[in-house]
């Protein structure tokens, strides 16, 4: 037996260790914030950047895995062997913080780009792709080996099993699946609720896997903001809350999967008429929420140290022990006289499984003049990957600037009903700007208004951006374009939505439409500086 598969199977079996260190971590934690020990001095700005790799040119790309020396440069191995994630360290949140964090995403891009293309490949800023791999789509998301006894010929050579952690049991290994133990207990936890294969439904298409990797064809940015009082920290959450549909509506950009997941479709301008604007977030619940409400809109916090409790009130998955994975180290440190167990690693790995689309962390890396690791943060989770660099900062800095603007303000937002920021968000998922969004204005009036809502977010973006010292040029560099597809009414899916159309009446089927909208989408967005220069 491999150490991925004993890794897997110790973890389905469960293990009580990890709750009562998660519990023990988040005490230390929760002890640590009463003392002071989270108050910083100046707020911060991080990113998180999902990308994928397409071979060929043009029409005739696909989706294709990344060889392990792309990976030697900036880029980070992420769920899918097709899949790369960039990360901005944080700066502070200031003028020449947000020229930092748009360097470094330039940088570290150029560097990825540079090296894929070595092999062929083509480094893409997209939220989903609409072509296929090589082999297919299902064959390769589906591409999954049984190991150990317990296997079940169903379906031809397709064996749906339920996996698990005892000897006799089968666990199941996605050969286009990084190859971690984290990443594989995660998977064989969710087949196994499941009951050995995953529905996955959006329009135009019902289907199962064997696995989660359909959740890799989305990918997304993750703007941070760490928030330098603690006492200020539900506010700004509960807000963030409430400002997922709008945000959601202007970033949309993953209406479509690959084109061979949609089979022979009867009508298919229907098809694009009603597929829904991001289908990502389709994507990553269905895949986790296995008999649990893993991936949602998180619940509100009414104290700052509700951020750690509601992690070890969440529901456990797939466990793992640091001595595990870090032997090495533990024994060390216990051979130092030190508590291996003392950092919050249990803590962290839960919070890592603590999916909601909005997630408070404690602990980070320190900023010199504004925090140390000790820290409270925002990761604002919803918001897709976009068309170029300058789109990617565009959005991390209105939803950076929105929520301080809020806060600052002393805006009544927060009185909006938390059942009203779900259905907005979940109404921008499906419709993007068109969606039935909810809002409270300044004047404390409930509204559905679009035309009112989309001038507060930006107007108090702006203030929040200039309460944190980032000019006026910095300010319209990054926020014009934004709301530059506010006012054409075109987001980066209701164009892709607009091309796939043309190609269909143009004669092309349904997935030689979508392979041009790509290679036309690959093109602009490398040629553009922004969406905006192309609506």
């Keep these: 037996m491999t150490d991925h598969e004993s890794l897997v199977r110790r973890s389905l079996a469960g293990t009580g260790a990890f709750d009562e260190r998660v519990r023990d971590q988040a005490d230390r934690l929760t002890d640590a914030l009463a003392d002071g020990a989270f108050d910083n001095a100046a707020a911060t700005l991080g990113l998180e950047l999902e990308v994928y790799a397409l071979a060929g040119d043009g029409a005739d790309c696909s989706l294709a895995p990344i060889p392990d020396d792309v990976y030697e440069g900036p880029a980070d191995k992420e769920l899918g062997l097709h899949n790369a994630e960039l990360n901005a360290a944080p700066s502070e949140f200031d003028d020449d913080g947000v020229a930092a964090q748009a360097a470094e995403i330039e940088r570290d891009l150029a560097a990825t780009r540079e090296r894929a293309r070595e092999h062929g490949l083509a480094i893409v800023l997209d939220a989903m792709p609409a072509v296929a791999p090589a082999e297919g789509t299902h064959a390769y998301l589906d591409d999954v080996e049984v190991r150990g006894p317990g296997g079940r010929d169903t379906e031809g050579d397709r064996p749906v099993v339920v996996p698990g952690g005892d000897p006799d049991d089968p666990v199941l290994v996605a050969r286009n699946m990084r ?16 009951g050995g294969e995953i529905d996955f439904a959006v329009p135009g298409v019902e289907t199962g896997y064997r696995t989660i990797l359909f959740e890799s064809l989305a990918t997304s940015i993750q703007p941070h903001v760490q928030v330098p009082d603690p006492s200020e920290f539900p506010r700004y ?7 997922l549909g709008p945000l959601v509506a202007l970033s949309a950009n993953s209406p479509f999967l690959p084109g061979d997941c949609y089979g022979d479709v009867a009508d298919p301008e229907r098809l694009v008429e009603e597929t829904h604007h991001e289908l990502r977030i389709a994507a990553f619940e269905q895949s986790m929420n296995q008999s649990c409400r893993k991936v949602r809109v998180p619940d509100d916090l009414d104290e700052p140290a509700d951020a750690l409790g509601h992690v070890v009130a969440d529901d456990s998955f797939a466990p793992f022990l640091r001595e595990w994975i870090e032997r090495e180290a533990v024994e060390e440190e216990g051979q130092k006289g030190g508590d291996p167990t003392s950092a919050a690693w249990e803590f962290d ?23 140390d690791e000790r820290s409270l943060r925002i990761e604002y989770r919803p918001l897709p990957t976009q068309p170029t660099v300058r789109d990617i900062v565009g959005l991390q800095v209105l ?29 921008a998922v499906e419709d993007g700007l068109d969606a039935e969004l909810a809002w409270v204005t300044a004047d404390g009036e409930r509204t559905d208004d679009s035309e009112e809502i989309f001038a507060e977010v930006f107007e108090y973006a702006r203030r929040g951006l200039a309460e944190q010292g980032v000019g006026e040029g910095t300010r319209d560099r990054y926020l014009d374009p934004i709301e530059a597809r506010w006012d054409a009414g075109v987001t980066p899916s209701a164009w892709k939505k607009a091309r796939v159309g043309e190609h269909l009446g143009d004669g ?8 041009r909208m790509q290679g036309e989408y690959v093109e602009l967005s490398r040629e553009r500086e922004s969406f905006a220069a192309w609506i």
């Design 349 to 371: 790995y839960k919070r890592g499984t603590f999916w909601r689309w909005v997630r408070g962390v404690a602990g980070g890396d320190a900023v010199d003049g504004a925090c």
């Design 179 to 194: 190859r971690d133990p984290r990443y594989g207990a995660l998977d064989n936890v969710a087949v196994r609720r499941a």
């Design 237 to 243: 959450h509960n807000l963030a809350t409430r400002t």
């Design 399 to 427: 939803t950076a600037g929105l929520l301080k603007g809020l806060v600052a303000a002393d805006h009544p937002l927060g009185a909006l009903a938390w059942d009203d920021a779900e259905r907005s968000f979940y109404a």
């Design 508 to 515: 092309a089927d349904l997935e030689t439409a979508l392979a």
